[in-house]
């Protein structure tokens, strides 16, 4: 029986166009922690483990110049500055970006770190003001401690940087931390020639993506988003370029090939995104096989009528009416619970798990012996939860796969010569997210984010017509165009993904969008100088009071009629964004009465004993001159703005915390007027140490009630 792995590499095209400076640091630093161990623990393991790494080219191209030219992002260069030559803007950028890691793997376990976050922490929202808690010393410390928090297994095995990890109160010099960023820079260019060797080798296969990440079937025709969702919200939008999908097909393949030496046969379309001319395209370009998620298959199978006998994602498809690439549909369950379960378990157990529940399905195909099961998911992102970054796991699933004698593992390429194809009717559009395209389109950002690119795509094209295909300017505005329409710019926009670095990726899309039009030699619309988060869409969507509410602020949840009606923000959305194990919140309650604001946070775990003692921060925006305004908690149960004058604040609520934490403020006190509108967010300190924030990026969007209130959402009791 088969098991055929895919591990997902990617990350988008951080750099300027005009500087090339990188704007994240994300692609040095999973090259410093996974990309180069993952291909190890394929190389240590024993013979006969093989898996498929998919690596998109724009990922390579960025390992390429990295590992050419060295580090190129402002988040290394600052790190490399003696520290007093910082002036406070820089400053608060590095405390802003230096705990960007695992809090409860790299930071908490870590007591210098821990006492840096906690310090910083009490200003989170203000880097400028945590960056005024940390002196010279305790600033150098951060930069430390967050590389290391970055470097892998391999890494961590030179001495030099044991040694700094044996530090573990801090206390490093200026010295220590330049070898530390030089030993960095040493190590990146070992990364893809491993990928090149075990390839070579026959010990892995490389897969790619289309060249810079975009949704194919988007690209061909905007409005199959229905094929997935009917009632997508598209409007007009009108995106129709499928020669765009065939040369970003055509050329991530080609730039594969450059950085590997060999022509990737397979791919993973971008977000496993897959429609009917998609596939007539990876046709023409000569692709074999591609995969996508076993729910694309599902709903497919169910729209034309078709039935099989046991699970249909054990076999590849084809589609009937085309001779192309051979399909593999991933295994949903599986899949998510490497990304995001086994995470909590101890090692050993969950190789059993895994390969107990794999025996269990494949046993349930009519023919075992015949049938394949597809594991894909990301390969970078979710072993920054995982013990040791995810090796005992890793390390024990390869040796147990290996033994097994009624397991084989096999590569994508080796599971298609060995499986027999079935043909499929018909493909509905959709992505590994739900069986459809909702992530990248439908939302108002999003929306006018192709709008935004459409019109300067069909600009482009009277252009070209006017002036030829060999127009030096326009093919640079071609280029420009293409890492426009990577999928990561419509991720992050909307509210499903939240996300700190929200407008850092937006700004980044329209600087591409703008760049292009420049390029064409047209002027700039305006609205490339607005940010797209502008666009009059709440910050995050909400449920709204439906009536006037009076609770007891206890603590405690005992009386269910108080939040009735009351307004409420889904906390676990923000929770399936962030870190495995981290989200401590399932929803933040909200609602008013006459004199009074007030709030309810609920734990997603009863009785959690850290909401008894912690430290709240609600930041508001009040008023139609949107006044800022921070209260904070007191032990004796009150509540108190903090004005950052010189005289005592006095109290403006109260709160509670036990099962739950509850807040009142008054109205009065916060210059709130009927029918003016208010944003806030809730900051929690827990006693562990742990700052949480709700929502993770933004407001939650509401309006005091007014005087017809009342009659305007009267419900019955």
């Known amino acids: 029986m088969r098991i055929a792995l895919l591990w997902h590499m990617h990350q988008p095209d951080y750099r300027h166009p005009e500087t090339g400076i990188a704007q994240m640091p994300w692609v040095r630093l999973h090259a410093l922690q996974n990309y180069y161990d993952m291909a190890r623990l394929v190389d240590e393991a024993p013979a006969g483990m093989t898996v498929t790494f998919n690596l998109t080219p724009v990922l390579l191209s960025q390992l390429e110049q990295v590992a050419r030219t060295g580090p190129r992002d402002r988040l290394h260069q600052l ?43 009490r200003h989170r929202g203000a880097p400028d003001q945590a960056a005024r808690a940390l002196d010279d ?26 040694e700094l990890v044996a530090k573990r109160d801090g206390g490093f010099t200026e010295q220590e931390r330049d070898q530390l960023l030089d030993l960095q820079r040493s190590f990146l260019p070992l990364v893809v020639p491993l990928y090149r060797r075990l390839w070579n080798e026959g010990r892995i296969e490389v897969s790619t993506t289309p060249l810079h990440h975009p949704i194919l079937p988007l690209l061909c025709d905007i409005q199959s988003a229905r094929e997935g969702n009917p009632r997508s919200t598209l409007g007009n939008l ?52 591609v995969a996508s998620d076993q729910h694309v298959l599902q709903r497919s199978l ?24 051979a399909m593999f549909f991933r295994d949903n369950e599986l899949s998510d619970r490497i990304g995001f379960t086994y995470a909590r378990w101890a090692a050993k157990d969950a190789v059993v798990d895994l390969l107990d529940r794999a025996r269990g399905l494949l046993r349930s195909d009519p023919r075992p012996d015949r049938a394949c099961l597809p594991v894909i998911l990301d390969g970078e992102n979710a072993w920054e939860f995982y013990e040791d970054h995810g090796t005992p796991f890793l390390a024990g699933l390869y040796a147990s796969l290996t033994s097994a004698p009624d397991l084989e593992a096999v590569t994508m390429s080796e599971a298609l010569e060995k499986t027999p194809v079935q043909r499929l009717p018909a493909l509905r559009a959709g992505s590994w997210i739900g069986a459809n395209l909702d992530t990248w389109v439908g939302h108002p950002e999003k929306n006018r984010a192709w709008e935004v690119l459409g019109r300067a795509r069909r600009a482009l094209e009277v252009a070209t017509r006017r002036n030829g295909d060999d127009d030096t300017a326009l093919l640079a505005a071609r280029d420009h ?19 700190p670095y929200k407008s850092a990726f937006e700004r980044l899309f329209r600087v591409h969008v703008r760049a292009a039009w420049e390029a064409m030699g047209a002027a700039v619309p305006a609205e490339l100088g607005h940010s797209l988060l502008q666009a009059g869409t709440p910050t995050v969507r909400v449920t709204q009071p439906r009536t006037l509410i009076s609770p007891h602020i206890d603590g405690y949840d ?141 407001t939650v969007d509401t309006s005091v009630p007014g005087p017809d209130f009342r009659a305007r959402h009267w419900i019955t009791g």
């Open 238 to 289: 009108d995106f129709r370029f499928p020669s765009d999908a065939a040369e970003q097909i055509r050329r991530g393949r080609e730039l594969a090939r450059e950085q590997l030496g060999s022509l990737p046969a397979g791919m993973w379309p971008s977000e496993g995104s897959l429609s009917e001319p998609v596939l007539e395209i990876l046709e023409t370009e000569g692709v074999s096989w």
């Open 558 to 698: 005992r009386r269910y009629y108080d939040w009735v009606g009351a307004g409420t923000y889904d906390a676990r959305r923000q929770a399936a964004a962030i870190e495995v194990g981290k989200a401590r919140f399932a929803r933040l309650d909200f609602g008013f009465d006459a004199q009074n604001f007030f709030l309810r946070l609920v734990p997603l775990e009863q009785g959690d004993r850290r909401l008894q003692g912690p430290e709240l921060r609600l930041l508001l925006q009040a008023g139609h001159a949107g006044t800022e305004r921070v209260l904070a908690s007191r032990p004796d149960g009150q509540l108190e703005e903090r004005t950052g004058r010189d005289e005592a604040p006095a109290s403006c609520g109260r709160w509670a915390g036990a099962h739950v934490i509850e807040l009142s403020a008054r109205l009065e006190a916060l210059g709130l007027h009927p029918d003016e509108p208010v944003s806030f967010a809730l900051e929690v300190f827990s006693t562990d140490g742990r700052v949480d924030r709700l929502p993770l990026d933004g």
């Open 79 to 121: 790190c490399r500055r003696p520290v007093r030559s910082l002036d406070p803007s820089e400053r608060a950028f590095l405390v802003e970006h230096l705990f960007s890691t695992n809090e409860d793997r790299k930071i908490r376990p870590v007591p210098g770190y821990a006492r840096l976050l906690r310090r910083a922490g």
């Open 137 to 162: 010393g305790e600033l150098l410390d951060l930069q430390v401690f967050f590389h290391l928090a970055w470097s892998g297994r391999t890494l961590r095995e030179n001495t030099v940087v044991a």
């Open 302 to 325: 169910a729209h034309c009528g078709h039935g099989t006998a046991g699970p249909a994602h054990l076999r590849p498809w084809r589609l009937e009416r085309c001779a192309g690439p």
């Open 481 to 499: 165009l293409l890492k426009a329409e990577a999928s990561d710019w419509f991720w992050w926009l909307g509210d499903d993904h939240p996300t």
